[in-house]
């Protein structure tokens, strides 16, 4: 099984020489519920340094610090921007461009779920409907075609639901940002 299956021991060797051992277990730990929920680890290394400096850091920074190659911090950062999970900002002085970590979590929690989960049911949906209407011009008996209509309602209630837990989504952070801050 994938995710948060171990943990690393204070007498473990430091696996990223440029973190603080807190910032290493922090990020290390954050990176596995992200790899559980089916992510790469490495975004949630990243989106966690980024949330716990509260500054900005340029690729480079992130590089050194997380012991990644340049392709991988591009690629990392790229889906991270994507997912609204970072932003890009300019540093005065500075020619690169540098990384932010987004911190209102449901922000986050809602464009992950409308552009992963929600795209995900819909397709399937999609594809449910045009295997009825093949299935109808095709010779599926009628208990065949009765099963395709039941998976498309129930794809239908799905993409309803999920639609419905976007629209009111309403979790109470008060003491997280609380203990956050």
């Known amino acids: 099984m994938t995710g948060y299956t171990y943990r690393i021991s204070p007498e473990d060797d430091k696996e990223f020489p440029a973190l603080e051992r807190w910032e290493e277990l922090a990020v290390n730990a954050v990176g596995h519920v992200i790899e559980f929920w089916g992510f790469k680890r490495n975004h949630g290394r990243t989106w966690c340094l980024l ?82 209407q093949y299935a109808r011009e095709g010779d599926a008996d009628e208990n065949t075609l009765k099963r395709l209509r039941g998976m498309v309602r129930l794809a239908d209630m799905i993409a309803d639901a999920v639609n419905f837990f976007l629209k009111t989504l309403r979790l109470d952070f008060t003491e997280a940002d609380e203990v956050l801050d």
């Open 51 to 132: 949330y716990l400096r509260d500054e900005p850091m340029s690729s480079s920074d992130l590089q050194e610090q997380l012991d990644l190659s340049k392709g991988a911090v591009s690629m990392i950062t790229r889906d991270l921007e994507q997912w609204g999970v970072t932003h890009r900002v300019r540093v005065q002085g500075s020619n690169a461009w540098h990384f932010v970590a987004e911190v209102d979590f449901l922000k986050m929690l809602r464009r992950v779920i409308r552009e992963r989960e929600l795209e995900m049911v819909e397709r399937v949906r999609d594809d449910l409907k045009d295997a009825l």
